[in-house]
């Protein structure tokens, strides 16, 4: 059964939890947690969003993020820093 579709509220704040696959490591570097947050902030201004928190842990992270106006922003968002990292990550171990 597919999971449900996220509701999100314009200009309200959601606690997002992003996860390794099969809860594996996402991060096993400094440079893997600066590249991150490079993104995220880079992002972020791009898509209008406003982060109020984030905590990066080797194998999750938890964001507090106001998607703004537009309600699409936020998914764009998690795409956009979920699929950079994971190419980053990928070029290192390959």
């Not at 939890?17 to 594996?24: A, F, I, M, S």
């Not at 991060?27 to 490079?38: G, N």
Request: overall charge positive.
């Amino acid at each position: 059964m597919p999971r449900m579709a996220r509701i999100v509220v314009p200009n309200t704040p959601h606690h997002i939890v992003q996860r390794g696959h099969n809860k594996q490591t996402v991060f096993s570097s400094c440079e893997d947690y600066q590249f991150y947050l490079e993104n995220l902030f880079e992002w972020k201004e791009k898509l209008h969003c406003t982060v109020y928190a984030w905590c990066l842990m080797t194998n999750h992270i938890h964001l507090i993020i106001n998607p703004g106006e537009d309600a699409e922003s936020l998914g764009k968002l998690m795409k956009r820093l979920a699929g950079k990292q994971t190419r980053f990550v990928n070029r290192l171990e390959n």
